[in-house]
């Protein structure tokens, strides 16, 4: 090596010189090697994502790395950082300097401390909306607050880095480890997962947890019913429509000695089968004889309802055939569309219906 004064200072050397000093050793390597990954940096600016600027940010914010880190950025600027392999918990990288064979540096890595990763996980519950917006960057500002805290964030402290370099710098931190550091900084503006491999973490579980929490919320706010919702009779009362649903159970008629009539509702398993709008019921109570059976038949719903409302030729609503049968709102409008579908019945007006005009009987104007 030449020296170009007594105090053994190296001869200058452009910035153009070393770019294309790189660029000859990069052709050479990659020939003999095809996975090598070289760092490129275009214009001046090393970081540009969250992780990428978390990252820088954090080394140089330790007073043992703020004397030595500013020293690789040039490195990375001129392209010296020929190879730069990311794996869990250690970094390998070839760095150009002043001598024609580029140093190699080692870097280890230390996990995150499960304590620390736990709550962090706890702590991003119900904050994280997927696996893109975290390697984005895209997440409350508080919780990046949380990732870069020293010592107890994502990111590592001094003393959970290790490094090794094979240039004769004495220095506790070589400008090539430096340019190593920076370096992955730079990666992680292309793939900001590695982060994730190099803290030897499982980034879905991070996310997973935040979207199980997110999830359960929902469910909790899913179950409460809203006060703003319509009930559906309510609905069908509204506009005029008629809300089609399967035949429900309705009310047995009974006739007391007295002649008064009683509607009780079967129990939950009073039933066998429902069938084209008519039940079979299973009584606990002692059967009738077949003579009384035939001589007081009892009228279904359906023929109790069609009754009423070809009575009354003005019109009937749901309330009225509630009021006369005591039926509920969704048996008597399970009967309504099942007259209307075989023609025995029409819309006189909204909520009002009234029996189909007959063939040799002119039909009346509805009450408006």
Not at 5 to 27: D, I, M, N, Q, T
Not at 134 to 143: D, S, T, V, Y
Not at 187 to 210: H, I, T
């Amino acid at each position: 090596m030449r020296y170009s004064s007594y105090w053994g200072f190296a001869p200058y050397v452009s910035v153009a010189e070393k770019r294309a000093k790189a660029a000859r050793k990069l052709k050479e390597l990659q020939k003999k090697n095809a996975n090598i990954r070289p760092v490129c940096i275009e214009g001046t600016t090393i970081a540009r994502t969250w992780w990428s600027k978390a990252w820088n940010r954090n080394l140089e914010s330790y007073a043992d790395y703020s004397n030595r880190i500013g020293r690789g950025r040039s490195y990375v600027r001129h392209g010296a950082v020929l190879d730069l392999q990311i794996g869990p918990g250690k970094v390998e990288s070839l760095v150009q300097g002043t001598r024609a064979k580029p140093y190699s540096v080692k870097i280890e890595i230390k996990p995150i401390d499960k304590k620390i990763w736990n709550h962090i996980k706890a702590a991003s519950q119900g904050k994280l909306g997927s696996m893109q917006e975290l390697l984005a960057g895209k997440f409350p500002k508080e919780l990046g607050e949380l990732f870069t805290i020293q010592g107890k964030g994502l990111f590592p402290s001094p003393k959970e880095i290790d490094f090794t370099c094979s240039c004769p710098d004495w220095a506790s931190m070589c400008k090539h480890v430096a340019a190593t550091l920076y370096g992955i900084g730079a990666r992680l503006d292309d793939e900001p997962g590695l982060f994730f491999k190099l803290r030897n973490v499982e980034m879905k579980g991070l996310v997973a947890e935040a979207v199980q929490d997110r999830t359960r919320q929902l469910l909790q706010k899913a179950k409460r019913t809203s006060g703003r919702v319509i009930a559906e009779a309510d609905v069908a009362d509204v506009f005029g429509i008629d809300m089609e649903e399967p035949a429900a159970p309705y009310k047995k008629e009974k006739k007391t000695r007295r002649g008064t009539i009683k509607t009780e509702r079967p129990s939950k398993h009073a039933f066998e089968k429902v069938e084209a709008g008519s039940i079979t019921a299973k009584s606990k109570k002692k059967q009738p004889s077949k003579k009384v059976a035939a001589s007081k038949k009892v009228k279904t719903p359906f023929e109790t309802v069609l009754n009423i409302m070809r009575r009354r030729w003005k019109g009937v609503t749901v309330a009225d055939i509630r009021e006369k049968t005591g039926l509920d709102d969704q048996q008597i409008r399970n009967c309504i569309t099942r007259a209307k579908q075989k023609g025995l019945v029409v819309n006189l007006s909204r909520g009002v219906y009234g029996p189909s005009p007959q063939p040799n009987r002119p039909a009346r104007k509805a009450a408006i």
